[in-house]
């Protein structure tokens, strides 16, 4: 393995989540403008309902199956038929206990029904994964790539057809059903007729046991990331009300298209990369998280202070009707660096045998989020969600450092340079922005922003050319280069 399939992995998938959430963006911004605020929270809130439950079919099965058929190949088919066996009755008590729990949640019928038909998406899609790990693990971001955009075509598609149709919130639950069984289909159909995989479950006594030793600590971690990534707006409609899981949709639906543009991308390729380089080079861990740590930086700094100053025309342009959002929009997009770099950080701890330090880090800022939410929210609404987000994100990144000091060699000094480079180029960048948006408008001041940014990051020697030009080229890195230019 080379460095370069992380660069070019990285592009393959970061380029296919942006056009996906491209098109994800302009559908939310078309149901968000379409439905009331109360119809969007009640499909934000069926669909996080179901998200928080999906913890319990994958109990961390996919990120330690990510991790050992990284180590090895050969091995690959025979871990994912034994995972498999244990996700097949996972699959069917969570719909269950899903079902149960919303029956007697005390709400309403039609948000009853939406739940039903999310939790199907929560079992395709939770399938889906288990099966694009495998290319992932054989470090082929190809196949994925492509059905990530064709999955979201399809959604797109369906689900303005049938919100111009009929207006329905059920009937958008439904594109989006039609897409995960797509998207199941065609990673099963990959996996048996492309890479010749059995995919017929198989109990394998040595291999289970071997996998339970280690999945407790994955499906905490895993259990703790989704009550926090889910938990807001939940907390918000009992709390709340459905319409300020609507308005609190808003300002989130914007940070996670980011976050799970770039980082996510980073985290397909990075998670296999540390598990083979932990396996086999000291150094070469050590020399791809500070890479990605640095690109991370370079890219989230500006997407934050940027976003910051651009948030009044962003809402009076894309969501007139949602302006009392902005200065929880302010707030959170704040947290943006920290969730970008906090991704590396719970990877390399994960890949390296240290994913009881990840799981205790998740659940402490799961135990502040829900605190500090269940104190804010009653008070401030969807604005207290939003300084718990950014809490508890900052917290979380600086409690992950400190274990991965542990696991490899931090070089602080150089961390620090790249991140104090880039706070400096991003708030070149938005007096840049404010300067001129008097004469230019939004769709002119991103691109002349981003140009000021990197003229101002070149000037600090915060990128390197050689380094940009090798991607490009797919060029492979040569060792002893990388030792030099780390002396």
Not at 36 to 51: I, K
Not at 150 to 179: D, H, N, P, R
């Amino acid at each position: 393995m080379k460095i370069v399939n992380l660069a070019k992995n990285t592009t393959f998938f970061t380029g296919a989540l942006t056009l996906q959430k491209v098109l994800s963006f302009i559908y939310f911004w078309f149901i968000s403008n379409t439905l009331l605020a109360e119809q969007l929270g009640q499909y934000v809130f069926a669909l996080s309902f179901t998200t928080m439950f999906s913890i319990f079919v994958d109990l961390g099965l996919s990120p330690v199956l990510t991790r050992e058929a990284s180590k090895d190949h050969r091995q690959a088919n025979i871990y994912l038929k034994n995972v498999l066996a244990l996700k097949i009755p996972l699959s069917v008590i969570t719909v269950l206990a899903a079902w149960v729990v919303i029956y007697f949640s005390g709400k309403p019928a039609n948000v009853q029904l939406l739940v039903f038909l999310a939790s199907f998406i929560m079992l395709l899609d939770s399938f889906s994964l288990s099966f694009w790990v495998i290319f992932r693990s054989l470090q082929n971001m190809l196949y994925e790539s492509i059905a990530t955009i064709l999955v979201q075509i399809i959604i797109f598609t369906l689900g303005l057809t049938a919100l111009k149709l009929s207006g329905q919130v059920k009937y958008l639950i439904m594109a989006l059903v039609v897409a995960s069984v797509f998207n199941f289909c065609l990673s099963f159909s990959l996996l048996k007729f492309k890479l010749k995989f059995s995919l017929w479950p198989r109990f394998d006594k040595k291999i289970i046991s071997n996998f339970l030793k280690i999945l407790p600590a994955f499906a905490i971690a895993g259990f703790f990331v989704k009550v926090y990534n889910t938990s807001d707006s939940i907390l918000l409609s009992y709390l709340g009300s459905d319409q300020a899981v609507g308005l609190y949709a808003v300002p989130a639906k914007v940070v996670y298209a980011f976050q799970q543009v770039i980082p996510a991308a980073f985290s397909a390729v990075i998670f296999p990369a540390f598990s083979y380089y932990y396996a086999n080079s000291k150094k070469m861990l050590e020399l791809t998280f500070e890479r990605a740590f640095t690109y991370l930086s370079i890219i989230s700094w500006p997407i934050a202070i940027g976003i910051f100053v651009l948030i009044p025309q962003i809402i009076y342009r894309i969501w007139p009707a949602y302006s009392t959002v902005i200065p929880c929009f302010y707030v959170m997009v704040l947290a943006v660096p920290f969730i970008f770099l906090a991704f590396p950080t719970g990877y390399l701890l994960n890949s390296c045998d240290r994913q009881n330090n990840t799981t205790i880090n998740r659940g402490i800022i799961t135990a502040l989020a829900v605190i500090l939410n269940i104190i804010l929210i009653p008070r401030l609404s969807f604005y207290g969600a939003g300084i718990t987000f950014l809490i508890t994100n900052f917290v979380l990144l600086f409690m992950d450092l400190f274990w991965v000091n542990k696991v490899i060699n931090l070089n602080y000094l150089k961390l620090f340079k790249v991140t104090a480079k880039s706070i400096i180029s991003a708030l070149v960048m938005a007096v840049a922005i404010i300067l001129v948006s008097p004469y230019f408008g939004l769709f002119l001041e991103v691109p002349f922003g981003g140009l000021i940014y990197f003229l101002s990051l070149y000037i600090l020697r915060g990128f390197d050319f050689n380094e940009i030009i090798r991607i490009i080229k797919k060029k492979p890195v040569n060792i002893k280069e990388i030792k030099a230019e780390n002396l």
